[in-house]
Nanobody, 125 residues
Framework: QVQLVESEGGLVQAGGSLRLSCAASSGRPFSTYAMGWFRQAPGKEREFVAAINSSGGTTYYADSVKGRFTISRINARNTMYLQMNSLKPEDTAVYYC?????????????????WGQGTQVTVSS
């Protein structure tokens, strides 16, 4: 099973930017995994943020982050990224990376078999 480790999140002011990374090890070759980012705010369910196919050629975004966040990957580095711009207080959450899509429902967290430990992102107003 692939092991995933997210980079440290942080505290940023509204309107600011932050980049998260997700490094993978073990499992199949990284280039075979579709991957995604999810987030969970206190008292709320885990929600889809963005997803990317195995080659990086196709991306998907939640409406709430479209135009502000960019998902990408560098397969040669076994790493996926989430560039977050124009951050809003409502983006505050624990962010998780996910890999190994078992069903073609990239927006559904239950469709992924491997998860990182999560990293806190806090956006102050």
């Amino acid at each position: 099973q692939v092991q995933l480790v997210e980079s440290e999140g942080g505290l940023v002011q509204a309107g600011g930017s932050l980049r998260l990374s997700c490094a993978a090890s073990s499992g199949r070759p990284f280039s075979t995994y579709a991957m995604g980012w999810f987030r969970q705010a206190p008292g709320k369910e885990r929600e889809f943020v963005a997803a990317i196919n195995s080659s990086g050629g196709t991306t998907y975004y939640a409406d709430s982050v479209k135009g502000r966040f960019t998902i990408s990957r560098i397969n040669a580095r076994n790493t996926m990224y989430l560039q977050m711009n124009s951050l809003k207080p409502e983006d505050t959450a624990v962010y998780y990376c996910a890999a190994d899509l078992l069903r073609p429902w990239y927006w559904d967290y239950s469709a992924y078999s491997s998860w990182g430990q999560g990293t806190q992102v806090t956006v102050s107003s």
